[in-house]
Every structure is written in structure tokens, then in C-alpha cells.
């Protein structure tokens, strides 16, 4: 049922966000880069970038085409430990966190930084990112607590708005922005788990889901905007995928996967299909691919 992976899969999946499920190919390419934190998939002109959680803090641009690496950029003293990453396909931009909380603007044309913001101290471990290309803001959710989700106006770069969670919630784990109802979404550790659904423009937390205790933790979240569906994959042994229904706010189904199905770590969707696809964090990695109809999981080939 799980199809082993190989590397032209990795192209089908953006925003792959899995290091050992690309260490075959990483050995292949000898990067020589442990740490690979994040990755950015820049599917038209075929690169993959990697954020690595060193220090300093290092992006590594790589070919899809020949699985070469082409260049890597080494950030200034002071910006370490890459946690997560964004693209802006659009404007051939990325975003990338860094730990202290600053994030790093980077023009992929010509791979070079534009600009930085450093966020306030305690706004560190960032986890989760999420992006509205259209109206340009980018939400992110801090790991410590008192966790924090913030919004930030990408035209100016600045922090324009925050919402600080309820200390009895953990961490933001995971972000994801729904264009169609410009809403965001946050998985927050907390006993249970949650799901946190936020108005994107008036910036407020309009519904809180429960999830359970066995879809703990999630590293990674998906929308199906055409369909009203939200995927959350859970890091464990099995791991399941829980559908959420976007227009009641209610779960709609699990899935448990078959066996070596376990851990997932990043997701991606491809709606018009009907596929979504997950990486799991194992070695070897595997890529699911669950038909999104019927929501069951499907042999790839
Ligand atoms: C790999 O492909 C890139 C373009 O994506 C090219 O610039 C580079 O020269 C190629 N490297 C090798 C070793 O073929
Ligand atoms: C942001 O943080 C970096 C790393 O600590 C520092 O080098 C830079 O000067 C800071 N920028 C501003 C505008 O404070
Ligand atoms: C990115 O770099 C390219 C090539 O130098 C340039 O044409 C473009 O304006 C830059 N983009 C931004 C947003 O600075
Ligand atoms: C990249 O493009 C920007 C904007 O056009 C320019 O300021 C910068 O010097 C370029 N960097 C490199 C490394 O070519
Ligand atoms: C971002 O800031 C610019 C400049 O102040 C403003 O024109 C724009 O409306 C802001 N974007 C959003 C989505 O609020
Ligand atoms: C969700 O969890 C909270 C505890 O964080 C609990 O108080 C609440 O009753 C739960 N809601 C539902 C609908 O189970
Ligand atoms: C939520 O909506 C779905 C259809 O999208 C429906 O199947 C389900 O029963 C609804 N759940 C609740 C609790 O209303
Ligand atoms: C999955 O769905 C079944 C049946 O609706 C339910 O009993 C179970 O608790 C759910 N599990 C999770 C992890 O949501
Ligand atoms: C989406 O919804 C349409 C109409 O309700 C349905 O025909 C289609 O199969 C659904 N697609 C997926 C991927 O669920």
C-alpha cells in the first residue's frame, strides 16, 4: 500500500518538510549538511531549498534536475537554527525562521536576502508558518509558552497584529491559510490537542476544535479550499489522518494508515486530482497517498 519513496516524488510534494525522507538523495548529492530543518520546493524552475538548523543559520539551493547542489547561503552572525520555511511562488520569494525568532527574507532569483525582522525575545521556536500571498501577510505560531500567533504585513515587514494564547495551551505546532474564506489555522498543543481557526483580516480566533489524544503530536496540516476539508497527520505509530470538515468545524473522518505509516512530518495536496500525499519522518521515508473521495489510502502505483 505505501509506495517506497523516490525523487521525482519529492517534487509533487511542496513545502516538504522532512530531512530524512530526502537523506537518500541528500547521500546521493553529499551535501555534506546535516540539520536540513525545512525545505521549499520551487516547482517551476525546478529547486528545492533547505533551511538548516545550524549556526550560523544556512539555506542550501539545490537542482530538481539534477539533484546538484548550486549554492548555499550562510546567514550573518547572530541568525541561527532555520525551523521553518515559506514560499511566496508568485514573487519568487521565500520566508525562513530562525531560532532566536527573526525571519529572513530571500530573494530566489538571485538567492540573495533582502531583508530581515527580528522579532521580540521571548518570540522564539517558531513552528508554525502560513502564508496569504494574495493580501500578502504572513501568520506564524511561537513553540514557547505563553505561545503567540502573530501576523505580520509582508509589504512592510512588521509585526502588525499578535493574539497570545491561554497559558494552559503549549505550543504552535502548525500553521496552514485557507485563501477561500481567508481563514488560518494552528494546531496547539494543549491536553487535548487543538485546532485553532482564526479570521484572517479582522485577526480573531472565531472557533477551537478538540482533537484526540492519539492524533498527538501533528507537525503538519493541508486544505482542500475546493472541497471544505482540512488533513491532519499525526506523528505516531500508525499515524492518523483526521479530515475536518471547514464549514461546521467538525471532524469528519480518521484514517489510520497501514503498516509503515507512521510518523508523519509533511503534507501536500493536489485537490484538482484528488490526492494528498504525506511524508512520513522514518528511514526510509515513505510517501502516502490517500484519494481524497473516498479518503482512503491508495497503492501509488
Ligand atoms: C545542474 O542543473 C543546474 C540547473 O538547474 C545547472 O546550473 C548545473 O550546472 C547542473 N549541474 C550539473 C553538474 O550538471
Ligand atoms: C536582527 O538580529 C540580527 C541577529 O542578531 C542582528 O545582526 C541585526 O542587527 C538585527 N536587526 C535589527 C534591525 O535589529
Ligand atoms: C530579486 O532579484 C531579481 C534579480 O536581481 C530582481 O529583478 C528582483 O527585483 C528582486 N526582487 C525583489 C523583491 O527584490
Ligand atoms: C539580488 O537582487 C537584488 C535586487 O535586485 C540586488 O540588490 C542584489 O544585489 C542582488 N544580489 C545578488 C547576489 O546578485
Ligand atoms: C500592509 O501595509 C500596507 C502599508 O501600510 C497597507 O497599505 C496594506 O493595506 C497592509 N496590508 C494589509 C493586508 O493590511
Ligand atoms: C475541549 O477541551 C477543553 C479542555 O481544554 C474542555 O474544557 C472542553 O470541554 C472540550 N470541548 C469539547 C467539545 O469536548
Ligand atoms: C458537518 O458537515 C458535514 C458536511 O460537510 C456533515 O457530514 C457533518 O455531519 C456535519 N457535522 C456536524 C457535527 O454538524
Ligand atoms: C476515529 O473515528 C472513530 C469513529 O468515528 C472514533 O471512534 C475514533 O475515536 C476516532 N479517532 C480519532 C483519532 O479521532
Ligand atoms: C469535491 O466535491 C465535489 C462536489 O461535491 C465532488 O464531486 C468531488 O468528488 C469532490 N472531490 C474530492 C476530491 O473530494
Redesign the pocket.
Known amino acids: 500500500m505505501i509506495k517506497k519513496i523516490i525523487l521525482i516524488i519529492i517534487i509533487i510534494l511542496i513545502n516538504f518538510t522532512n530531512t530524512e525522507l530526502i537523506e537518500q538523495g541528500i547521500t546521493t548529492l553529499n551535501i555534506g549538511e546535516n540539520n536540513l530543518m525545512c525545505s521549499i520546493i520551487d516547482t517551476p524552475n525546478e529547486f528545492i531549498y533547505f533551511g538548516a538548523s545550524t549556526s550560523p543559520a544556512q539555506i542550501i539551493k539545490i537542482s530538481l534536475s539534477n539533484f546538484t547542489k548550486i549554492s548555499t547561503l550562510t546567514l550573518q552572525e547572530g541568525l541561527d537554527y532555520i525551523s521553518t520555511g515559506i514560499i511566496d511562488r508568485e514573487?519568487?520569494?521565500a520566508y525562513f525562521a530562525t531560532n532566536p525568532g527573526s525571519i529572513i527574507k530571500v530573494?530566489l532569483?538571485?538567492f540573495s536576502i533582502?531583508s530581515i525582522y527580528n522579532l521580540s525575545e521571548e518570540e522564539n521556536s517558531i513552528e508554525g508558518f502560513a502564508i496569504d500571498t494574495q493580501n500578502q501577510i504572513l501568520y506564524l505560531g511561537t513553540y514557547n509558552v505563553p505561545a503567540k500567533i502573530i501576523k505580520i504585513n509582508l509589504t512592510i515587514f512588521e509585526k502588525v497584529d499578535e493574539i497570545t494564547l491561554d497559558s494552559s495551551y503549549g505550543g504552535v505546532r502548525a500553521g496552514q491559510y485557507d485563501p477561500v474564506h481567508d481563514m488560518v489555522y494552528f494546531v496547539v498543543e494543549s491536553s487535548p490537542n487543538k485546532v485553532l481557526k482564526i479570521h484572517g483580516s479582522s485577526f480573531i480566533i472565531t472557533n477551537t476544535l478538540n482533537l484526540s489524544s492519539q492524533v498527538y503530536p501533528t507537525f503538519d496540516l493541508m486544505i482542500d479550499s475546493l472541497n471544505g476539508s482540512l488533513f491532519i497527520g499525526s506523528y505516531t505509530q500508525p499515524a492518523i489522518i483526521v479530515q475536518i470538515s471547514l464549514t461546521n468545524f467538525s471532524i469528519l473522518s480518521n484514517l489510520t494508515l497501514s503498516e509503515g505509516g507512521n510518523n508523519i512530518m509533511t503534507s501536500n495536496i493536489d485537490p484538482g486530482a484528488g490526492f494528498i500525499y504525506f511524508g512520513t519522518h522514518t528511514f526510509p521515508g515513505y510517501v502516502i497517498k490517500v484519494e481524497l473521495h473516498d479518503f482512503i489510502e491508495i497503492d501509488s502505483d
Do not use: G, Y
Open positions: 514573487k519568487e520569494l530573494n532569483t538571485n533582502i
